[in-house]
C-alpha cells in the first residue's frame, strides 16, 4: 500500500477483554515500531522490529503486552487483560532503513477505549 | 532525564506571521538525528524536517526551517508566514544510533495560529 495502515481504527473494549491491533507496514520497509499515546502527550515507545526480530521490546509497559511480526511485513499487538490505564492511541510506524536519518512514517493510529 | 525537552505548552501566532517552536535535546551519541512533526486534530503524525548530527547546515523545506546549534543543543523549529492550517500540535524528537534508532518524542507545542 501506498502508507502504514493500521486495523481497527476505533477499538472499545470492557475491562479484562484481549485485543488485538495490527499494522501493515509500507512495503519493503524494514524497521518497525509501536508506540502508546495518551491524549495530550507525546507518543511513548513500546517495541521495535528490524524485519521479524524485536530487538527493543523495553516500553512494553506489562506482560499483558505483547507484539509479534513474524515474517518480517504485518505486525500485531496484543495486549491480554486490558485495563482502563491502557486507554491510548497506539501508532505503528515504518522505515526504510535501520538508520539514526529517516524519518519514521506512521499510520492513523487505533484509539483503544477501556471500559 | 528528559532526551527531548519542549518548552511551550502552548503558542499562539498572527496569521501570516513568523513563529519558532524551542527544543533543546540531551545526548552522549555523536550519531542522532533530530525531527519534526505536525500532529493536526485529526491524529496523523506528519513529518516536517529532518536535521542530522553531522549537517552543517540549518535543513530547510519550504516554510519550516530548522535553526540547529549543536553546542547548545537546540533544535528550534521556525515556521514562516503562519497559515490557520498550521494550528496543530508540533513534536521535536531524535533517532540516535545507540538507541536502536527509535524515535524518542518532547512533550510537544500546540500552536494556535489566529486570523
Known amino acids: 500500500g501506498a502508507g502504514v495502515s493500521q486495523s481497527p481504527r476505533y477499538k472499545v473494549a470492557k475491562r479484562g477483554q484481549d485485543v488485538a491491533l495490527r499494522c501493515d507496514p509500507i512495503?519493503?520497509?524494514?524497521?518497525l515500531f509501536w508506540y502508546q499515546q495518551a491524549l495530550g502527550q507525546g507518543p511513548e515507545f513500546l517495541t521495535y522490529?528490524?524485519?521479524?526480530?524485536?530487538?527493543?521490546k523495553s516500553g512494553l509497559p506489562s506482560d499483558r503486552f505483547f507484539a509479534e511480526r513474524p515474517e518480517g511485513s504485518v505486525s500485531t499487538l496484543k495486549i491480554q487483560r486490558t485495563q482502563q490505564e491502557d486507554s491510548a492511541v497506539y501508532l505503528c510506524?515504518?522505515?526504510?532503513?535501520?538508520?539514526?536519518?529517516?524519518?519514521?512514517?506512521f499510520g492513523e493510529g487505533s484509539r483503544l477505549t477501556v471500559l | 532525564a528528559q532526551k527531548i525537552t519542549q518548552t511551550q505548552p502552548g503558542m499562539f501566532v498572527q496569521e501570516k506571521e513568523a513563529v519558532t517552536l524551542d527544543c533543546t535535546y540531551d545526548?552522549?551519541?555523536?550519531?542522532?538525528?533530530l525531527f519534526w512533526y505536525k500532529q493536526p486534530s485529526s491524529g496523523e503524525m506528519i513529518f516536517l524536517i529532518y536535521?542530522?548530527?553531522?549537517?552543517?547546515q540549518n535543513a530547510t523545506e519550504g516554510r519550516y526551517s530548522l535553526n540547529f546549534q549543536k553546542a547548545r543543543k537546540s533544535a528550534n523549529l521556525v515556521i514562516s508566514a503562519s497559515q490557520l492550517g498550521d494550528s496543530a500540535m508540533y513534536f521535536c524528537?531524535?533517532?540516535?544510533?545507540?538507541?536502536?534508532?527509535?524515535?524518542?518524542f518532547g512533550k510537544g507545542t500546540l500552536l494556535t495560529v489566529n486570523p
Open positions: 536535521q542530522g548530527s553531522y549537517d552543517q
Open positions: 522490529f528490524q524485519n521479524e526480530a524485536q530487538l527493543d
Open positions: 545526548t552522549s551519541d555523536p550519531s542522532y538525528g
Open positions: 510506524a515504518s522505515s526504510f532503513q535501520a538508520s539514526y536519518t529517516g524519518e519514521l512514517f
Open positions: 512495503s519493503g520497509h524494514v524497521s
Open positions: 524528537a531524535m533517532r540516535e544510533r545507540g538507541s536502536n534508532y527509535k524515535l524518542t
